[in-house]
T-cell receptor
Framework: KNEVEQSPQNLTAQEGEFITINCSYSVGISALHWLQQHPGGGIVSLFMLSSGKKKHGRLIATINIQEKHSSLHITASHPRDSAVYICAGLLYNTDKLIFGTGTRLQVFP | DTEVTQTPKHLVMGMTNKKSLKCEQHMGHRAMYWYKQKAKKPPELMFVYSYEKLSINESVPSRFSPECPNSSLLNLHLHALQPEDSALYLC????????????????FGEGSWLTVV
């Protein structure tokens, strides 16, 4: 079993739909990152969370420390949101990031 | 400047070649990382440098040799690679001190696509 699990693995949506990607972890972490990777390869950090909720534009990320669970929401999805979304936990007291398996999102017009 | 710059973007090398991948950041970050990523898989950690010293080596074969000549630069020296080493190699950096947002946000380069023939 992976220490960081994501669901779903693949997700398709129509433009405008509300999207949720889930991440659960079984190890002690000091922070959880949500990352976005487009087919070209580069990875962009969307959020870094250690508690609560953050919002940036149409993206919202939440984390529940007690339940060891985080969610990434995309409101009013758009084809340009099509990418792989990865959650990654920063192991407590280390520099080590543990990655989830990623969620491949395709948004169709 | 919030960039991590990787060169080259693409590299094709033979199994007997010696080549290097280069990574630079000028954000004053003290933690720098090398990751390897195969198609449709998440990145796998290879090495972490903290304050220019190797702090984590994830049992990477010795044909991969990291080097951190200064706080802004990270190299990955490649020698006698195998075709299965073909992958996207990603560099990342993080300020890495304390639990604050600015300390923990991680920045990735665009990656170097490596093909071993």
């Amino acid at each position: 079993k992976n220490e960081v699990e994501q669901s779903p693995q693949n997700l398709t949506a129509q433009e405008g739909e509300f999207i949720t990607i889930n991440c659960s972890y079984s190890v002690g972490i000091s922070a959880l990152h949500w990352l976005q990777q487009h087919p070209g390869g580069g990875i962009v950090s969307l959020f870094m969370l250690s508690s609560g909720k953050k919002k940036h534009g149409r993206l919202i990320a939440t984390i529940n420390i007690q339940e060891k669970h985080s969610s990434l929401h995309i409101t009013a999805s758009h084809p340009r949101d099509s990418a792989v979304y990865i959650c990654a936990g920063l192991l407590y007291n280390t520099d080590k990031l543990i990655f989830g398996t990623g969620t491949r999102l395709q948004v169709f017009p | 400047d919030t960039e991590v710059t990787q060169t080259p973007k693409h590299l094709v090398m033979g199994m007997t070649n010696k080549k290097s991948l280069k990574c630079e950041q000028h954000m004053g970050h003290r933690a720098m990382y090398w990751y390897k990523q195969k198609a449709k898989k998440p990145p796998e950690l290879m090495f972490v440098y903290s304050y220019e010293k190797l702090s984590i080596n994830e049992s990477v074969p010795s044909r991969f040799s990291p080097e951190c000549p200064n706080s802004s630069l990270l190299n990955l020296h490649l020698h006698a690679l195998q075709p299965e080493d073909s992958a996207l190699y990603l560099c990342a950096s993080r300020r890495g001190t304390g639990p604050t947002d600015s300390g923990n946000t991680i920045y990735f380069g665009e990656g170097s696509w490596l093909t071993v023939v």
